[in-house]
């Protein structure tokens, strides 16, 4: 086996019960690196420093991790061009500040029968939004109302 010592340089290759006892003169462990190198490669370590490095890295990589945030905004077939301008910069700034946005029309009682006002107004939306997000899904109807999501460019 090819060893490594704690401080990285390397000893050579060396039987694996010579390697093992001089790791245990050093009361430290012997750490397989690699099995798949010829020969394998071991690394003498203090393993329970390695495993509390190996958990600290883990922390500080999920810390940094940021979970994706979905803002919903909700539209109606009659909304009003003043009501859907609000709703066209609600969705601009978080599109800015990186969130997802899902953009729903919802249907009442007999709007159901025009569900293609509802699918124009969501195509209006997308045209006007486009420099911002690009769409990610197809446009999707729930059991009362048609959406899509927004992903931030």
């Known amino acids: 086996m090819r060893i490594i010592t ?12 010579k390697a093992i006892s001089m790791a245990k003169d050093q009361k430290m462990d012997l750490l397989l690196v690699s099995d798949q190198a010829d020969p394998p490669v071991c690394k003498i370590v203090d393993f329970g420093q390695f495993r509390y490095q190996q958990q600290k890295k883990e922390r500080i990589a999920k810390k940094n991790t ?5 803002k919903e905004l909700k539209l109606t077939p009659k909304i009003s061009d003043h ?40 195509d209006r939306y997308k045209e006007d939004i486009k420099t911002y997000g690009d769409v990610t899904t197809p446009l999707t109807q729930g059991h009362r109302a048609l959406y899509f999501i927004i992903n931030p460019k």
């Open 66 to 70: 940021k979970a994706q945030v979905i």
């Open 6 to 17: 704690a401080e990285g340089s390397q000893l050579g290759v060396l039987p694996i019960d």
């Open 83 to 122: 009501d859907y301008q609000v709703r066209l910069k609600g969705g601009i700034k978080f599109l800015q500040k990186g969130y997802l946005i899902k953009i729903s029309v919802f249907f009442k009682g007999r709007e159901m029968a025009h569900m293609d006002i509802g699918r124009d107004l969501l």
